[in-house]
């Protein structure tokens, strides 16, 4: 059964420093979503992507945040300057059709900043 | 601001009971409405969707959805201690791209 993948399962960096979390969506959908979940809250939306370009985006991904699909397969994350506070479960999920449907998650990336 | 209620539980339920999960919605502009298993520690893992009034039936899970209430639920029938997992509600805005999720309600079936 097609997944999403995400690489890496852990990741621990500096504070201040940058990071890059990947993922591969399912090969046929059209949308491409990064959430993230601090330990113990609730799942938040950072980010949509569509056709090659942000569709949506909520007050949390700010200028530190920035997605990018550099081939037909990868779909990144990237956050500058990491801060304490950036620590938690990210995934990336995608759906396969029109917007507003159903989502699959991967398994995510714990990011801990230290 | 869009807002997804759930009781936070637990809910505990016997084997082979049934167990149901409730959740309320703010937006009546919502279109699209998950339900979601995580387990402690993993990602959230999609059980069923509803988009239309009424009840949607998938093996032992029921959705059932009411707009005019803004209130959707999920029945597990017949429980399973693998069942116990964090149920999450989520729901999808016309014209937007995001899905909004609730807190989670915990359920813990007991053999």
């Known amino acids: 059964e097609p997944e999403v993948t995400q690489t890496p399962s852990h990741q621990v960096t500096q504070m201040g420093q940058e990071v890059i979390l990947r993922c591969v969506p399912i090969s046929n959908h059209l949308y491409f979503y990064w959430y993230r979940q601090i330990l113990g809250q609730k799942v938040e939306f950072l980010v949509s992507?569509?056709?090659?370009?942000?569709?949506?985006k909520s007050e949390i991904f700010d200028d530190q945040f920035s997605v990018e699909r550099p081939d037909g397969s990868n779909f990144t994350l990237k956050i500058r300057s990491t801060k304490l506070e950036d620590s938690a479960m990210y995934f990336c999920a995608s759906s396969p059709r029109v917007a507003n449907t159903e989502a699959f998650f991967g398994q995510g990336t714990r990011l801990t900043v230290v | 601001q869009k807002e997804v209620e759930q009781n936070s539980g637990p809910l505990s339920v016997p084997e082979g009971a049934i167990a149901s999960l409730n959740c309320t919605y703010s937006?009546?502009?919502?279109?699209?409405f998950f339900w979601y298993r995580q387990y402690s520690g993993k990602s959230p893992e999609l059980i069923m969707f509803i988009y239309s009034n009424g009840d949607k039936e998938d093996g032992r899970f029921t959705a059932q959805l009411n707009k005019a209430s803004q209130y959707v639920s999920l029945l597990i029938r017949d429980s399973q201690p693998s069942d116990s997992a964090t149920y999450l509600c989520a729901v999808a805005y016309t014209g937007g791209f995001k899905t909004i999720f609730g807190a989670g309600t915990r359920l813990f079936v007991k053999a």
């Open positions: 937006d009546r502009g919502s279109q699209s």
């Open positions: 992507f569509y056709n090659n370009e942000i569709s949506e």
